[in-house]
């Protein structure tokens, strides 16, 4: 039988090398789309998706004194059996006990960096020279890179808003979070790649 020899010894290394390193970096992945940075802002603005955990976060950063005011997006066009999703926004505003520094902006756009064109009328009546994002964890790195782009000569941070049952770090443990992780980074490849340059 023959032996590998010197070229067939480097290869085998080279692949474990490589295989390592992927594996490394599946790995951390997951904690690279996770940005949680909130600093204090004229406005918290909670980006449309997710309807419990993004505006519950927003509200104990309002609480912590992050913001003046709370700013939800709502898509304008979004139904709920026969209630629009702005009107069902509205009454959740009006039982809140800190109704008054909340406020609805509806929006059209259907993606991340769309909804940052609609927002920005709202943010404009708010006087908002700061913006403090809130949005799913998963979603943080690249909201906030496309809303630094796209509306620029503003401050803008992010917090995220946590959600168990969707997306976690170590995303190859359950497969909600992996489907959610691909998902993500597919999205943030195509703004990278692509959408940042139209």
Not at 59 to 77: F, K, S
Not at 90 to 116: F, H, N, W
Not at 188 to 193: F, G, N, P, Q, R
């Amino acid at each position: 039988m023959k032996k590998p020899g010197a070229s067939g010894y480097a290869w085998f290394a080279a692949f474990a090398i490589f295989g390592a390193l992927s594996v490394g970096l599946a790995a951390r992945a997951g904690k690279f789309l996770l940005v949680d940075a909130p600093r204090p802002s004229d406005v918290i603005l909670v980006l449309a998706g997710e309807t419990d955990q993004r505006p519950r976060r927003a509200l104990e950063l309002l609480a912590q004194g992050y913001g003046r005011r709370v700013v939800i997006n709502v898509p304008a066009a979004a139904k709920v059996y026969e209630f629009s999703q702005v009107e069902l926004a509205r009454k959740y505003i009006q039982d809140l006990p800190q109704a008054a520094l909340v406020s609805v902006c509806a929006t059209e756009g259907l993606s991340t960096k769309d909804e940052s064109k609609d927002a920005e009328k709202c943010l404009e009546r708010e006087a908002a020279k700061s913006v403090l994002i809130v949005t799913s964890d998963y979603h943080t790195r690249r909201a906030l890179d496309i809303f630094r782009r796209e509306l620029p000569g503003r401050e803008y941070s992010v917090a995220a808003a946590r959600d168990d049952s969707q997306f976690g770090t170590r995303w190859w443990r359950h497969r909600q979070w992996a489907k959610t992780f691909v998902d993500e980074w597919l999205r943030l490849i195509w703004w990278k790649a692509v959408d940042q340059w139209r």
